[in-house]
């Protein structure tokens, strides 16, 4: 059984940082990319970032390139996302999500082709 459980959400002011990390079990964690996604209230999920199976290729939303960071340990089975310059429209629910294809040649960046996803984590940034 697969299960991704983030951990790191919480409340900060705008301009600071936090780092969300995601550890995954019952999967072959190295074999497959990785993607983090966020839903604030009344709005739909949205893509964030995301990170190849290798961890050689990575993706982010236009919104966050450059503030965000998307990486992974596959010793640990974890990817975390560091996520700097933190803004008030960053509010929202962050959930992990693992794609189902293994060895997936690109990154992929619609929430359609994750199977498996987290909990989900809040953060809150206050102005």
């Known amino acids: 059984q697969v299960q991704l459980v983030e951990s790191g959400g919480g409340l900060v002011q705008a301009g600071g940082s936090l780092r969300l990390s995601c550890a995954a079990s019952g999967l072959t964690f190295s074999r497959y990319a990785m993607g983090w996604f966020r839903q604030a209230p009344g709005k739909e999920r949205e893509f964030v970032a995301a990170?190849?199976?290798?961890?050689?290729?990575?993706a982010y939303a236009d919104s966050v390139k450059g503030r965000f960071t998307i990486s992974r340990d596959n010793a640990e089975k974890t990817v975390y996302l560091q996520m700097n310059s933190l803004r008030p429209e960053d509010t929202a629910v962050y959930y992990c999500a693992a794609d189902p294809s293994p060895f997936r040649r690109v990154v992929v960046t619609t929430f359609d082709k994750y199977n498996y996803w987290g909990q989900g984590t809040q953060i809150t940034v206050s102005s």
């Open positions: 990170i190849s199976w290798s961890g050689g290729s990575t």
